[in-house]
């Protein structure tokens, strides 16, 4: 299967109001996706039903993906776990890829440490490896809001060693210059879901 997702004709509404209408869009696998709208433009909206957690929609999709992963937005603010280890073993499910991310991030020797001790950006860049390590095709919800330089080109540089693994990543940003490293830009307005010249 060539398309790791194909859209016909899918609107979604809220109050009555259209916020989204999208036509027909094909994503390949194995590319880096990003769709770029501003606030409210229904980012979130469309990766709430497309990872499936909101049903409540008019039209369909076709997701062709084994394991997804989903970021979503503010996925800082989810940590839970007693300690770091755990939280990132309980996405990965293996002792050595945890460790290996820990590394990774240069966070070993804090393992036992409490996630909350974590700052946003540590914690966001966090789950973002750790989902990133386990899924064939990862759905980021604005993975690069409120991030310094370092931080950013750490999640850019995952999200391009996993394309090269064959992953697909679909990112969202309200930025333009943070979809630099996609191989397509889709832009979301008026509901309107539509490949961008980038
Ligand atoms: N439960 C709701 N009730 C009413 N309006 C809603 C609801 N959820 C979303 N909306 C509206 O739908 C539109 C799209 O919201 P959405 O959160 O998808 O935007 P977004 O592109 O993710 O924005 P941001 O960049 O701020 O994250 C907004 O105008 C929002 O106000
Ligand atoms: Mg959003």
Known sequence: ???MLEINNLIKKINGKKILDIDN??????KIIAVYGLNGSGKTTFFNIVAGVDENFIGSYNL?????????????NIVCKRNIFS???????????TEEILQKLGIYERKDDSPFNLSDGEKRVMFIKSVLAVSECILADEPFAN?????KEMIKKSFKESKENGKTIIYSANRIHDTKIADIVLELKNGKLKKRDN
């Open 147 to 151: 991030l310094d330089k370092k931080s």
């Open 87 to 97: 939280e990132i073993n309980s996405i990965v499910k293996n002792i050595s890829i």
């Open 25 to 30: 869009i094909f994503i390949e696998k194995n």
């Open 1 to 3: 299967m060539k398309y």
């Open 64 to 76: 062709h993906c084994e394991k997804l992963g989903y970021i979503v937005q503010f996925v800082e």
